[in-house]
T-cell receptor, first 120, second 112 residues
Framework: DTGVSQNPRHKITKRGQNVTFRCDPI?????LYWYRQTLGQGPEFLTY????????KSRLLSDRFSAERPKGSFSTLEIQRTEQGDSAMYLC??????????????????FGPGTRLTVL | AQRVTQPEKLLSVFKGAPVELKCNYS??????LFWYVQYSRQRLQLLLR??SRESIKGFTADLNKGETSFHLKKPFAQEEDSAMYYC??????????????FGQGTELSVKP
């Protein structure tokens, strides 16, 4: 396991097309996060999964965005009817949480290399 | 709302000079603060977190709750420190999943 992987690394599409990105987390990690990063900005949280359950979604995630994590392993992020404003780097991160639901703890998030989306 | 501010987009210093990358945050609760670094052509990686109070690659950062700051410091910059640095906050709230809120980033350039 060489870390979090994302495919494709680059995607160029025309406005109005649908695109799908894949993230493969570190195998024992139960949490998976999606972030978006535009030029000159830090990453912005989009959504996260605990195993296969999607537990939080940002208001940034419009109805055109959908994410899944079947069987709690890899995750996909789909953007329907892409717009030029969707052009960004999409980052995936994973972590392992040993929490049983009480208190709060941080387990390091390991980031993937990102998928750069360009919408023409 | 939670917010992380890094006031400098670019910080340029000479090798051997001290470095301080500023980070301020706004959050009414108890935060966890982190510094992430991204070297050229590499992925984002954790540099250090405030709860561990450790020094990594000569960098330290102290959480100042009174000033709501978490500045990153290094007494003697090296050329290999040149990178993008992001300050990030995590809310310490029950069952909130650990999402990170990032600042805009500061590019550190260390000149020979």
């Amino acid at each position: 396991d060489t870390g979090v992987s994302q495919n494709p690394r680059h995607k160029i599409t025309k406005r109005g097309q649908n695109v799908t990105f894949r993230c493969d987390p570190i195998s024992e990690h139960n949490r998976l996060y999606w972030y978006r990063q535009t030029l000159g900005q830090g990453p912005e949280f989009l959504t996260y999964f605990q195993n296969e359950a999607q537990l939080e979604k940002s208001r940034l995630l419009s109805d055109r965005f959908s994410a899944e994590r079947p069987k709690g392993s890899f995750s996909t992020l789909e953007i329907q009817r892409t717009e030029q404003g969707d052009s960004a780097m999409y980052l995936c991160a994973s972590s392992f949480s040993s929490l049983s639901g009480t208190g709060s703890s941080y387990n390091e998030q390991f980031f993937g290399p990102g998928t750069r989306l360009t919408v023409l | 709302a939670q917010r992380v501010t890094q006031p400098e987009k670019l910080l340029s210093v000479f090798k051997g000079a001290p470095v301080e990358l500023k980070c301020n945050y706004s959050y009414s609760g108890s935060p966890e603060l982190f510094w992430y670094v991204q070297y050229s052509r590499q992925r984002l990686q954790l540099l250090l977190r405030h709860i561990s109070r450790e020094s990594i690659k000569g960098f330290t950062a102290d959480l100042n709750k009174g000033e709501t700051s978490f500045h990153l410091k290094k007494p003697f910059a090296q050329e290999e420190d040149s990178a993008m640095y992001y300050c990030a906050l995590k809310r310490m709230i029950y069952n909130q999943g650990g999402k990170l809120i990032f600042g805009q980033g500061t590019e550190l350039s260390v000149k020979p």
